[in-house]
């Protein structure tokens, strides 16, 4: 998963957050509440287990739900579980209500309500940006916003209608850049310059990420969420396709950051010495630009990698050779999202560099 991707998803599970109507799917209800007391507390062993587990009576205040301003009780750690929550008072989680064989309700929490910590955690970010960005930290906070529009109001519910997920990833894009980039960078041709080049670069990873994901017969069912998905969705949506969207848009936003990059130093160059030839600026460039791969590469790796962290430490102690392991779906995944987006990253220096350096010989003819 690339930064872009992980910051859309916080951003998803906290604009989500603030649904208030009670989510009622399958005759379940989930709610907020707040721990107000915790009534007993001690070690206990569930029935079918071995293993001592904490055992809690907790007192709850429903805070947002059909059941608000009322209080409830619920047990935890009556079942065996490999990862129990120690709750306190003053906790928020979240509650579901089913209906048991005799026609009662259970209550069982669910998680916690981390709403409070990421709202603060967006704060910090957006102060920050605003702070120190100035002008164009806002113009790109607002850019974000576009972004959010978009894949809201556009790719998200197209995708699940059941249209071609590449497709509605490609439109999407070519919505998103020009928007964002003239909001970020400003309405000019150095802006203009990064959208072009990273447009071309981006049609390059679409190509091929689709070539790759077929050769290497990726299915897109390697993680949980797709076949849920699937299921939820009554196979409306092409999982595969899902797959080769997730690269383009994931790989859309590092694009931005390396285009805009070397627009900015052909144009810093060429301002310092306007006599410079065409060669020589490009070289110059490109000698910027290759750092700036080295960099960019590597964090792309790194990033990926610390996401898919507890999937490798899984497969350390496996028995298999490497060259089987990465032919697990799930590495194969990674893999190929790693390296199709590291690739489109290298192909948009040369790229987008030559386009500006054109542009500029033209401007002086």
Known sequence: MSLTKQLLFSLFILLSSFYTAPNVIAQEEILEA????????????????????????????????SLSDQEIEIESGTTPMVHLPEYS??????????????????????????RDSLIWLFVIFAALTIII??????????????????????????????????????????????????????????TTVAIIGTVISLLIVGALAGYFVDAAKLTGFASEE????????????????????????????????????QSSIVSELKLASPKIKFKELYTRAMNVGQDHISSMVNTLVLVYTGAALPLLLLFLNNSQPISQLISNELIADEIVRTLVGSIGLVLAVPITTLIAVTTLRYEKK
Do not use: C
């Not at 721990?35 to 904490?54: A, G, R, T, W, Y």
């Not at 003053?90 to 509650?95: F, R, S």
């Not at 009554?234 to 805009?260: F, P, S």
């Open 133 to 190: 960005g100035k002008w164009r930290g806002l113009t790109s906070l607002v850019g974000m916003g576009v972004s959010f529009a978009i894949i809201f109001s556009y790719i998200l519910p197209t995708i699940s209608s059941g249209a071609d997920p590449i497709i509605t990833a490609i439109i999407g894009s070519l919505l998103i850049i020009p928007a964002t980039f003239y909001l970020s960078h400003g309405f000019n041709k150095k």
């Open 226 to 261: 797709a076949a849920f998905l699937q299921v939820a969705l009554g196979g409306t949506v092409n999982i595969r396709g899902l797959l080769l969207a997730g690269i383009i848009i994931g790989v859309l936003g590092v694009l931005d950051d390396i285009t805009i990059s």
């Open 89 to 114: 008072q003053g906790d928020k989680v979240i509650v579901s209500i089913n209906k048991g064989m005799d026609g009662q309700d259970i209550y069982t929490i669910t998680d916690f309500v981390r």
């Open 34 to 65: 707040t721990i107000i007391e915790v009534l007993e507390e001690k070690n206990f062993i569930p029935e079918h287990s071995q293993d001592p587990q904490l055992y809690q009576r907790l007192r709850l205040s429903i805070t947002k739900g």
